[in-house]
């Protein structure tokens, strides 16, 4: 049971949702993100869902990646008003693609900033109490995109794959105090920020993300909560999601016998599939620049 829970990145997207389906279950929520008129409206929504009249939703406007000192404090404030974190909803996220050669280079280190520091600073200011209650969850909000690398991501790519390396090494630690980590990779999901990247997303990019379809957010945040909940290590959305997690398990810690026999079972047969599905990406990136050397070889002509 999750009594006190901020969520980063909760004024939209999958944060938003999150704390929504946390609220339904009777969750004190505590809404981090940079914009206040956005968190205000945030924080109606969410509190539509109220399941008795004790509940809170907690505003706080600040950027998790730019300065721990100030994460720190607001998270210290938000447990002084709603009591210790049990559950921790690393959300913030930023998503810009674009060809290497053509991402801005202050992007990569922005990217970095918000999705791999922005979770860094929150999970390091609930950790130590987490470990003094010995008890806890902190989830992860990754991506595919931090499960296999594709066209036009190579600034978004490293810094959630960067998540997993924390999570991974992070679980070790925390385990015996009786404190899960999650990490969920969603697939593209219906959200502002997908709105936002789509605006310039190479078409290369565009064309691959189609294979596998768009989600609803809310359908996301059940998947997600119901693992974090669980306790589960690795969260995941759909046959592709489930196939690319059990593809990618590496050395990553099972959180049942069944999950890790089912990895070992499944493992010959996703990696041949995968092999056509990378098949099918390169021949579209293939494609994609035979077009324009075309169209260019067309316009010289003109």
Do not use: H, W
């Amino acid at each position: 049971y999750i009594s006190s829970l901020p969520v980063t990145g909760g004024s939209s997207g999958i944060g938003k949702s999150i704390a929504v389906e946390c609220y339904k279950q009777g969750a004190f929520i505590t809404l981090v993100a940079r914009d206040e008129a956005k968190l205000l409206q945030a924080k109606k929504e969410v509190e539509k869902f109220a399941i008795n009249d004790k509940q809170v939703v907690l505003c706080i406007s600040v950027d998790v990646s730019s300065d721990y000192s100030q994460v720190e404090s607001v998270i210290k404030q938000a447990q002084e008003k709603l009591g210790p974190v049990d559950m921790l909803v690393n959300c913030a996220g930023l998503a810009i693609s674009g060809k290497f050669e053509d991402v801005e280079v202050d992007r990569f280190k922005k990217l970095m900033e918000v999705n791999y520091l922005g979770s860094v600073y929150p999970t390091r200011a609930v950790i130590t109490t987490m470990k003094e209650r010995r008890m806890g969850r902190i989830m992860f909000v990754s991506s595919q995109a931090g499960q296999i690398g594709l066209f036009g991501y190579t600034a978004y790519s490293p810094s959630k794959f960067a998540l997993r390396g924390l999570a991974e090494s992070l679980q070790m630690e925390i385990k015996p105090y009786n404190i899960y980590v999650t990490v969920a990779y969603p697939p593209d999901t219906e959200t502002p920020g997908l709105a936002e990247e789509n605006k310039t997303k190479p078409l290369e990019t565009k064309l691959i993300s189609e294979t596998s379809g768009v989600c609803q957010p809310d359908q996301v945040a059940k998947i997600i909560v119901r693992d974090a909940v669980q306790g589960n290590f690795n969260s995941s959305v759909g046959p592709d999601g489930y196939m690319l997690s059990a593809l990618t398990c590496g050395m990553s810690p099972v959180t049942s016998i069944t999950e890790g026999l089912q990895q070992i079972v499944t493992m010959g047969l996703f990696r041949t599939i995968a092999l056509f599905y990378l098949g099918s990406f390169d021949s579209i990136v293939r494609r994609c620049m035979i077009q324009r050397e075309q169209s260019k070889a067309a316009d010289k002509r003109e």
